[in-house]
């Protein structure tokens, strides 16, 4: 049994309690985000159709085919992205890391940008699964060799800067394949970029969904690790944890769990940012085994805060900007609050 | 440069460009065609004028406008009297956005001098509005006729989104894209000469919104989607 420091552990009583009420305000938000959209559906129909007994054959198609696969999409996107940023601010111990620090993200975007600006196939159903394909494909390539140098290189510094030189390589070959493609084409990455929730299908759920939760429990198999890493390498050297091999396991999750989501809704920013941080000030304590968990619901919640109000108008509101305006008070208050 | 052109005709989106001072520094007088910024169809066609003063045939170019706008107009009087207006819907689902055109928008007005109802005819907004899907299902569900979807098939429509069988015009096989004239690279005739002959676009809605009053009209961009 080892021997962690005080501020460490957690008292476990005021724990429950907050983990209950995040819990509860995560089941309300999750109805509310079906209830609520663009169009008032009667809270009645919604009841109804969910029991089976629906009977307006719109109102059903919009509740169960499109929010609530988006309201499934948010939560995991949600959670996926905030466990990734909490392992990348633990990694690089760095309250700035976020999920697409290593280039992840961008490399997704190349494959999509691809496959959208050089050949132009974006319609039919067999296109939007290419897109899928080509930016989980971009993604594994540049985690591959994230990988690669991180069996290289000493620090982990060294390997924050090359992940973000990785993905500033790739966001350069996607500008010049925006440079020289047509407006169409480039209007329509354009929106890709922005994210969508909405975009997810069932059929893509059934991908999304096991690939996220695959990720989010060998997550929390790593809480030691993840704990031991921000004691400082050496101590955690002296705990028998091995800091190659924990560093590339967290690259190899975080680069699963950020890559999935960026290949089927496109880039989400500061969401990975700002909820680790508000899950360490509600619940007081840097230990992963409670923050892996606040991370997963509390970014669940924050999406769901995004999505519902992006849905509220007529026109939709992309997901991207509406999470970058609650992050960035977020992140604000953080930079105030270390002084 | 190399080409030595008599002068370079290009689209006023920045008067300011650098390429375009460096190209007149080579000598070469460029032009600024801002066709683009007319608000009505029959406007943007008659830049073939401007055109034309640059190869002195502005006499011919008079002579082919007056045919197309008495032909569009012609036609634009016999549809607007029509009593009963079919809805329309344009555009489709990407991502969860749905991309339909503005009130003042050129679609709409052709929607509108075709002799159609279009929902958003009296929104003051020009270029596209972004749409949420709920609200597309929810004003649109029941209309008449889909235009401008860019789908070649209705198999291809449903299996992209399923929410998209849900229009009626799916269900009664009223769908049309403006795909006929379309190369495999991709390059659609609709974006080049349609925007000179607004007369021939106006044929097409018409012989698709009323086709009793253009019984004879064969589709020049419009097309039906196959199912």
């Known amino acids: 049994m080892t021997v962690l420091p005080k501020n460490i552990i957690p008292c476990p009583h005021s724990s429950f309690r907050r983990f209950g009420g995040i819990i509860f305000f995560l089941m309300f938000l999750f109805l509310l985000d079906l209830a609520w959209g663009s169009i008032r559906i009667p809270i009645t129909d919604v009841f109804n159709t969910f029991l089976g007994k629906g009977s307006d054959e719109i109102y059903s198609e919009i509740l169960i085919n499109f929010r609530l696969p988006k309201a499934i999409t948010a939560i995991l996107a949600g959670s996926a992205l905030s466990v990734s940023g909490l392992m990348m601010q633990t990694l690089f111990r760095n309250p700035l890391a976020d999920p697409y620090v290593l280039g992840v993200s961008s490399g997704a975007s190349l494959g999509a940008a691809l496959v959208m600006m050089t050949t132009g196939i974006i319609a039919g159903s067999a296109g939007s699964w290419i897109v899928v394909i080509a930016a989980i494909a971009g993604a594994a390539l540049v985690m591959m060799l994230v990988v690669g140098v991180s069996f290289k290189v000493q620090s982990a510094v060294s390997l924050l800067i090359v992940g973000i030189m990785f993905g500033t390589i790739v966001s350069s070959i996607v500008g010049v394949l925006q440079y020289f493609s047509n407006p169409d084409a480039i209007k329509l990455f354009v929106m890709w970029n922005l994210g969508s929730l909405s975009a997810v299908t069932w059929e893509h759920l059934k991908i999304l969904t096991p690939i996220i939760l695959i990720g989010l429990i060998l997550t929390y198999s790593l809480q030691r690790r993840l704990d031991g890493l921000l004691l400082g390498e050496n101590y955690a050297k002296g705990l028998g944890i091995s800091i190659v091999q924990t560093r590339i396991f967290i690259v190899i999750i975080t680069s699963l769990l950020s890559g999935a989501v960026t290949a089927f809704t496109g880039p989400i920013g500061f969401v990975g940012i700002a909820v680790p941080h508000i899950a360490r000030g509600i619940f007081k304590t840097a230990s992963h085994r409670i923050l892996i968990p606040a991370s997963i619901l509390l970014g669940a919640v924050l999406i769901l805060i995004c999505d519902i109000v992006s849905q509220i108008l007529a026109y939709t509101l992309p997901i991207n900007t509406i999470s970058s305006l609650f992050g960035a008070p977020v992140i604000i208050w953080i930079i105030l609050k270390r002084r | ?227």
């Not at chain 2, 329309?88 to 009130?103: D, K, L, V």
């Open chain 2, 1 to 227: 440069m190399i080409l030595k052109p008599n002068a370079l005709m290009m689209s006023g989106y920045n008067q300011a460009d650098a390429s375009a001072q460096r190209i007149r520094q080579a000598g070469i007088p460029v032009i600024y065609n801002n066709e683009w910024k007319e608000t009505s169809l029959l406007g943007r066609a008659e830049w073939i004028k401007f055109v034309a003063e640059f190869y002195d045939k502005a006499e011919l170019a008079d002579s082919i406008f007056l045919e197309i706008e008495t032909r569009y107009n012609e036609m634009k009087s016999k549809a607007m009297h029509v009593e009963k207006k079919p809805g329309i819907m344009a555009g489709s689902n990407f991502r969860g956005t749905w991309y339909m055109p503005a009130g003042r928008s050129f679609m709409s007005e052709l929607f509108r001098d075709a002799g159609g109802d279009y929902f958003y005819q009296n929104d003051a907004a020009t270029g596209s509005l972004p749409l949420n899907v709920e609200t597309v299902l929810k004003n649109f569900s029941d209309t008449d006729v889909w235009l401008n979807c860019s789908f070649s098939t209705i198999d291809e429509l449903v299996k992209t989104d399923s929410k998209h069988a849900l229009f009626r015009p799916v269900k009664e096989n009223r769908v049309y894209n403006f795909n006929k004239r379309f190369l495999p690279s991709t390059a659609n005739d609709f974006w080049e000469s349609a925007i000179a002959r607004p007369d021939l676009l106006l044929g097409d809605v018409i012989a698709i919104l009323h086709p009793e009053i253009l019984p004879d009209w064969e589709l020049v961009y419009a097309s039906r989607l196959s199912p």
